[in-house]
């Protein structure tokens, strides 16, 4: 059982920054990858960034450059460094948490989402 909570969305303007945070609680043993998903209005969802346990990073070509995924082992939790934000960027952002067992069976789970508006 794992629970995911995400947190720091909100208004800010064109060229402006936030951090999201995802803090994870209960069942965090052998969590392989976590990622940062968003859908905007109208739109499906995709992925913006993974990390996995050994820290390698994964970022969609539109984030590329200025946006950071990183995470906290000790303190069960993954940041999103969201730097000049364009108006594209709005969406819902939904924490992503992985346990690989084999290559046909993984458990996968989501937390319930932060919204990111970015309007001038």
């Known amino acids: 059982q794992l629970q995911l909570v995400e947190s720091g969305g909100g208004l800010v303007q064109p060229g402006g920054s936030l951090r999201l945070s995802c803090a994870g609680s209960?069942?965090?043993?052998?969590?392989?990858?976590m990622g940062w998903y968003r859908q905007a209005p109208g739109k499906q969802r995709e992925l913006v960034a993974t990390?996995?346990?050994?820290?390698?990073?994964n970022y969609a070509d539109s984030v590329k450059g200025r946006f950071t995924i990183s995470r906290d082992n000790a303190k069960n939790t993954l940041y999103l460094q969201m730097n000049s934000l364009k108006p594209e960027d709005t969406a819902v952002y939904y924490c992503?948490?992985?346990?690989?067992?084999?290559?046909?069976?993984?458990?996968?789970?989501w937390g319930k989402g932060t919204l990111v508006t970015v309007s001038s």
């Open positions: 992503n948490a992985q346990r690989i067992y084999n290559a046909f069976f993984r458990d996968n789970y």
């Open positions: 209960g069942n965090i043993f052998s969590i392989n990858v």
């Open positions: 990390i996995t346990n050994d820290g390698n990073t």
